[in-house]
């Protein structure tokens, strides 16, 4: 009897040791699937400012040439002063005083920083041109992307008849 109540006694121990050594396992496991949604949940994460940055950069393309169309409306509407648009580069907001063409650069100026530059007194880096109206109108909008992520000089130039 005593050789029978051996056997079973050393199957509980056997049992009991492979338990402990499973509960082990159990836990390197667990360990091992938080590491890897870690790393999954930081590639997630960089994957999201990548997206914000590019989509930063898209909207500020596409605020160049709502802008650069709106300056274009405002020639059309003063078709017979056309030539006065003609500036050089402009990064500087100008007085919005005086002809009705310099009134409107300016006011292009203050929405072209507004909605590109983070604001007129803030930034320097947007700047505008306008050359060779009427015949061959040319409107470039220049602007720094790096903090989109993009490029350092980033431009959009539209050429139209007025």
């Not at 590491?35 to 997206?51: E, K, M, P, S, Y």
């Not at 009705?100 to 880096?125: C, F, H, N, V, Y």
């Amino acid at each position: 009897m005593k050789e029978g109540a051996m056997r079973n006694n050393s199957r509980r121990g056997k049992h009991l040791d492979a338990a402990r050594r499973q509960r082990g396992v159990s836990l390197i496991e667990v360990l091992v699937a938080v590491v890897v949604l870690g790393v999954g949940l930081l590639g997630t994460a960089a994957l999201q400012a990548t997206a914000l940055r590019g989509g930063q950069s898209s909207f500020e393309s596409s605020m160049a040439v709502a802008q650069t169309n709106s300056i274009l409306e405002s020639i059309r509407a003063n078709a017979g002063e056309a030539e006065s648009y003609n500036v050089g580069r402009l990064c500087a907001v100008p007085a919005a005083t005086g002809t009705r063409a310099e009134r409107d650069i300016g006011q292009w100026m203050t929405d072209l920083k507004t909605s590109i530059g983070g604001g007129p007194a803030a930034d320097t880096t947007t700047c505008g041109t306008i050359d060779n109206c009427p015949l061959d109108c040319t409107i470039t909008v220049e602007w720094d992307d790096q903090r989109a992520g993009g490029p350092e000089s980033r431009s959009v130039v539209t050429r139209t008849r007025i």
